[in-house]
């Protein structure tokens, strides 16, 4: 080894984020701030169409809201694809593996990004972390039903705040804040994404979701491939009360990868939180994360 590498291996790492979907890099605040207090750096990625520069329609933000305006707009999602998203994070990782190892952390529909980021650049990671996080391995998990009970929450839950006639093609727009003027809806979001939060707390969350998502993400490049992928060690962090990706579906992905790589198997821990527990409880997050490196 290299003085240089040899200095970049004894320090400590940078953990990298990448949001799932309808979210941004303000998701992760909280936790960025209890990885700090334990002296860790961190850095929050916005991925391309999302976060504070991404021109997401105004009549989102307008009360009252007009409905036809809001399906009018356009999307700051149009075009963008999965390539989109792995350039954007890998042109950031050089700069940040100047300061040490880099282990990549994702949650939700960001799985598929930080896999196409794992299967480009291997050479740049440590560690890869999946949050309850999408991890696909088989091509036929993108065209066949997945043999596993899904009784997710959230797909009913988002299909009453999903806004018609949008269009932009591949863009889902939803209307997360139509459920703060309607106690039921209010309820059903949270027991689907953070039921381990306060009602404060999740309305924070609802707050700083993003309308629009484009889920032509879900293609062949996301898959994992043992000769990128599979090079890189990689984390599991299951999550038993998530009731939007189910445990009994976070279990079937896992099991798909590991018969991929069995040389090299998930790291698999388990935390007692809700899809989003990252926001509502980050102390237990971070302790997690800080013990993996």
């Known amino acids: 080894m290299t003085r240089i590498s040899i200095m970049r291996a004894t320090l400590r790492p940078t953990f990298v984020f990448v949001h799932g979907g309808s979210s941004n890099a303000r998701a992760w605040g909280p ?31 307008r009360q009252p809201q007009d409905a036809m305006a809001l399906a ?40 598929l990004t930080i896999s196409a980021v794992a299967n480009a650049a291997p050479e740049l990671l440590d560690r890869v972390v999946y949050l ?50 309607d106690p039921a809806l209010f309820a059903e979001l949270k027991a689907a994404i ?12 609802l707050d700083s979701l993003d309308p629009d998502e484009n889920y032509s993400v879900l293609e062949p490049a996301a898959l994992v491939r043992a000769d990128g992928w599979g090079r ?18 976070q279990d079937y992905m896992i099991r798909k990868a590991d018969a991929l790589t069995p040389h090299n198997p998930f790291d698999v821990h388990t935390l007692d939180t809700s899809h989003v527990g990252y926001f509502s409880r ?4 971070a302790e997690l994360l800080t013990s993996l490196v």
Do not use: K
């Open 232 to 249: 890189v060690p990689h984390t599991y962090v299951r999550l038993s009360a998530d009731r939007s990706t189910t445990p009994a579906v």
């Open 72 to 111: 009018a707009a356009p999307s700051p999602m149009r075009g963008i694809t999965l390539r989109d998203n792995v350039r954007h994070v890998v042109d950031a990782l050089p700069r940040l593996a100047e300061w040490g190892p880099i282990v990549l952390v994702g949650n939700s529909l960001g799985g």
């Open 132 to 181: 309850s996080a999408l991890c696909l391995s088989d091509p036929a998990m993108l065209t066949e039903p997945w043999n596993v009970v899904d009784d997710n929450l959230l797909a009913a839950a988002t299909a009453r705040i999903a806004v018609p006639d949008v269009r932009d093609p591949g863009v889902v727009r939803l209307n997360w804040r139509s459920a703060h003027d």
């Open 282 to 285: 980050p102390q237990l997050f």
């Open 194 to 205: 953070m039921a381990d939060s306060t009602d404060h707390q999740f309305r924070l969350l």
């Open 31 to 61: 936790l960025q701030n209890e990885l700090a207090l334990l002296g860790h750096r961190s850095y929050a990625v916005d991925l391309p169409g999302h976060g504070d520069r991404a021109g997401s329609p105004a009549a989102y933000y």
